[in-house]
């Protein structure tokens, strides 16, 4: 069974930092490449950061660059989003992606809050 599963999320003060995973099972995950997509409320998705298989290239929204940072452990099967400096408007829920040759696999999602 494909299971991917968020944790990390909460409720942070502007300027904040939070720190996300998603850890994955049933698949081959360093087959993969990964990514975080968000959806703040009453919005689309919006992709957020991607990965390739093995960690080598990494790409960001204008909207986080210089503020957030991905990362992987193929050895845990993990999938990382570093958070910094958070502002109201990173406010969505928080979801991550395994993408291959056409096959996506998504998680349930976490919330991150940032408010004072």
């Known amino acids: 069974e494909v299971q991917l599963v968020e944790s990390g999320g909460g409720l942070v003060q502007p300027g904040g930092s939070l720190r996300l995973s998603c850890a994955v099972s049933g698949f081959t995950f360093d087959d993969y490449a990964m990514s975080w997509v968000r959806q703040a409320p009453g919005k689309g998705l919006e992709w957020v950061s991607g990965?390739?298989?093995?960690?080598?290239?990494?790409n960001y929204a204008d909207s986080v660059k210089g503020r957030f940072t991905i990362s992987r452990d193929n050895a845990k099967n993990t999938v990382y989003l570093q958070m910094n400096s958070l502002k109201p408007e990173d406010t969505a829920v928080y979801y991550c992606n395994a993408a291959r040759f056409g096959i996506n696999y998504w998680g349930q999602g976490t919330q991150v809050t940032v408010s004072s």
């Open positions: 990965i390739s298989w093995n960690g080598g290239n990494t």
